[in-house]
């Protein structure tokens, strides 16, 4: 960032930098930053460096000690792995299937919030909640929610008479994957629905008026002009929560584990499980490297979207 | 700092500088990370225990402030973790020698001593002491010829059964086969007695293999052969595989099975909805405790059902055991010694019975449960080890996740244990 700026401030013409110009500010500049520096080197530097040095070494330990150089090899045992690639399906399966429900939930519930009635500041302040909870206590809750003997899933289906009996929720691999899903939906849609709400406070009414004026309907001014301008923020939802959603993990640890049969193991929680309950670190910093890539991915991708999609009234 | 003097060339330097400083910071930091020290037998002590309900946390508590009131100069920190969190939790904080004392579970010992974890205290352990200890209580802390530890919870799983539900079914003696155990539950289902008598704690967790582990015994089957290759989709493994899945698909099972774990099979036992299961020694106080069970009064506990070649229990006992990093280690011992002590162990005997063979004669214990202790001086005499190997938490794995694709039906369980033993066999030969 303050690179970014001092190129903008040289481009400046001298006449209007300050008396003695940016050259001065240099060393102070350099003093000011020394702090975010350290922190930054300290918690983001050196371990993205120190995590690519043991990805090339067979380390099973966590003690430091000379392992043997493997070279790539943590990363081609990653690839030839059946268990990787199940990993990779079912995070994708998760990344896709949240994000398009919280996105699609998320537009209904903004366009709901937006509205104006009675009432509308509480419904604004309980919708946010699902979003303050930390996940940790969203996955517990949950759980708890979809135990087969005693959750309230069961209790309401049963006395609804939607299912005969009491069913188990996160004990078959399949079922499961679907109902942290459903958790981390719960979770997130609030998120996307305040972004939402958010762009569709900045969308001028003399649109919505001049759509009135020539006969549009409610829905072709919802396609034709909400919508579009909808467009980037949709975008950044998109990108906030495919990343996230991408790196899964606590809400896998508290509802399930990675269980049953491994149903709901993303890469994540697959990296996690190999490095630290079966330490093998050198495989799990190489697994770490694959995840931060697919992101890296993602992100260039949606980047170039966004720089397509910016908009002006 | 020289930053402040400008120029770009200084500049770059003072980096490059600051990188080795980091670098070198760092590396000190990691070294001074490894190896430990005896201390002088005083100081401070962070101890690292499990949430569990058999020695509660209130309860390890209470048994490290009389501790401390014996030792003034010792200060105990404790840790609680849940078991499920303890593995890790004690990998993650080695480095930095956080723990002076942790617990293990019978499993890990290989593990953690092969990577120089856990410290040997053979010679704090003398022969005179070990021979008052269970065998399988001793085994748990064993590695290489070596002691890791001293154990402290000696447990396994007691299968317990609700005698009035049985009765309801006709049943008039509590099965002591597992084909009597079907038999019954056959009885109590068709009855309309319970609609799943039998409950397991089958998610995919440890717990799994523990259950697994006591059929796999009955059955009389092994998990490595004598030469060190996978057994267990021969014979008594595969058969104890078979079983398991037979009582799913006949719905004899609750098929809430596959997720749950031990507190979730107490909790629908002592709800009356399931009449037979297995557990640890834990769940005969709660299940019969009336303000944490509606059947109250109802359960029983026996040795674990015979099937054609015994009926061993698993042994799920646990050590405390000192960690490498640990900078007080005399005093680390000090304390291990009073927790397993007999004393402290047969004040506690109500939720976790002592380690010590003559605690079982005393009356002191006996009364705090009288009907286990007569089960558990049989039962803790004729128990089967997990795999001891340094892998084993890999081994577990894979075999957790093939066993529960056989029981969740997407594969047969011959096919399951197959792909498990070829796994198994990969994982563990780099060794």
């Known amino acids: ?313 | 700092m020289s930053a402040g003097e400008s120029s770009g060339e200084r500049r770059r330097l003072s980096r490059r500088e600051f990188l080795e400083l980091g670098a070198a910071g760092t590396g000190l930091l990691l070294l001074s990370g490894c190896g430990g020290g005896q201390g002088g037998g005083s100081g401070t002590l962070n101890a690292l225990f499990m949430k569990q309900a058999a020695y509660s946390d209130t309860d390890v508590k209470n048994m490290t402030e009389q501790f401390q009131k014996q030792n003034p100069d010792i200060k105990v920190n404790l840790t609680f973790v849940a078991y499920e969190a303890l593995h890790d939790k004690i990998v993650a904080a080695a480095p930095a020698g956080t723990y002076d004392t942790v617990l293990v579970d019978v499993i890990w010992p290989a593990e953690f001593a092969s990577k120089k974890m856990i410290v040997d205290i053979t010679d704090r352990f003398p022969e005179s002491e070990r021979s008052k200890i269970f065998a399988g209580g001793l085994k748990t802390t064993e590695y290489d010829g070596g002691y890791y530890g001293v154990p402290w919870i000696l447990d396994t799983k007691y299968f317990f059964y609700n005698k009035e539900m049985l009765g309801e079914a006709g049943v008039s003696s509590p099965p002591d086969t597992w084909d009597g155990v079907v038999e019954a539950a056959k009885a109590l289902k068709s009855q309309g007695v319970v609609e799943y008598p039998l409950v397991w704690s089958w998610a995919q967790a440890e717990a799994l293999i523990c259950d697994y582990a006591t059929l796999l015994g009955a059955y009389g089957g092994q998990f490595f052969d004598g030469s060190g290759k996978p057994a267990f989709n021969t014979g008594g493994g595969l058969q104890a595989l078979e079983f398991m899945r037979m009582t799913l698909d006949e719905k004899l099972s609750n098929p809430a099975s596959t997720e749950s774990l031990e507190e979730d099979v107490r909790r629908i036992v002592s709800q009356g909805e399931a009449a037979m299961a297995l557990n640890w020694t834990y769940m005969f106080a709660l299940a019969n405790d009336p303000n944490e069970s509606q059947v109250a009064g109802q359960i029983d506990i026996a040795h674990t059902p015979k099937g054609p070649a015994g009926a061993p229990g698993v042994n799920g006992s646990m050590g405390m055991a000192i960690s490498n990093g640990s900078q007080n280690q005399d005093a680390a011992w000090k304390y291990i010694e009073f927790m397993t002590s007999q004393k402290i162990q047969n004040q506690y005997a109500k939720l976790s019975l002592p380690i010590w063979k003559s605690s079982y004669d005393q009356k002191e214990v006996v009364q705090a449960l009288p009907q286990v202790v007569p089960v558990a001086k049989e039962q803790l005499n004729d128990m089967i080890l997990r795999p001891v190997v340094p892998q084993y938490n890999e081994v577990s794995h894979t075999l957790q996740v093939e066993i529960q694709q056989a029981l969740t039906g997407d594969k047969s369980p011959k096919q399951a244990l197959d792909d498990a033993a070829k796994a198994v066999a990969s994982e563990t030969q780099g060794a």
């Not at chain 1, 970014?4 to 003695?20: H, I, N, Q």
């Not at chain 1, 929720?169 to 499961?176: D, F, K, R, S, V």
């Open chain 1, 1 to 313: 960032m303050s690179q970014a700026r001092a190129g903008r401030l040289k481009k400046l013409p001298r006449s209007m930098l300050p008396k003695g110009g940016a050259f001065r500010q240099g060393p102070t500049a350099l003093i000011l930053l020394l702090p975010s520096v350290v922190v930054v080197f300290g918690i983001v530097v050196y371990p993205l460096l120190r995590t690519l040095y043991t990805s090339l070494f067979d380390v099973n330990s966590v003690f430091p000690g000379s392992y043997p150089f493997v070279g790539l090899g943590n990363y081609l045992q990653a690839l030839e792995r059946a268990e990787f690639w199940a990993a990779i399906a079912r995070t994708a399966y998760f990344t896709f299937s949240t994000t398009l429900l919280e996105v699609v939930l998320g537009i209904l519930l903004g366009l709901l919030l937006n509205v104006e009635f009675r009432g509308r500041w509480l419904l604004r302040s309980i919708v946010i909640l699902p979003w303050a909870l930390p996940t940790v206590v969203n996955g517990a809750m949950w759980r708890w929610i979809l135990n087969p003997s005693y959750g309230a899933l069961n209790a309401l289906l049963t006395q609804l008479h939607i299912i005969p009996e009491y069913r188990s929720w996160l004990g078959t691999p399949w079922m499961a994957l679907n109902m942290v899903v459903i958790a981390d939906v719960w979770k997130m849609t609030p998120l996307a629905a305040f972004f939402i709400l958010a762009a569709l406070q900045t969308i001028p009414r003399d649109l919505y008026e001049a759509a009135w004026v020539d006969g549009a309907g409610r829905l072709r001014t919802f396609f034709s002009i909400t919508l579009p301008l909808l467009t980037p923020t949709i975008l950044i939802i998109l990108v906030l929560r495919t990343m996230e959603a991408f790196k899964v993990f606590d809400i896998i640890y508290v509802m399930t584990r990675g269980g049953p049969a491994d149903g709901t193991q993303t890469i994540a929680y697959y990296t996690y499980v190999e490095a630290f309950s079966n330490q093998l670190f050198g495989y799990g910093a190489a697994l770490a490297y694959v995840i931060a890539v697919f992101i890296l991915f993602f992100a260039i991708i949606y980047m170039r979207l966004l720089r397509r999609g910016e908009v002006e009234y």
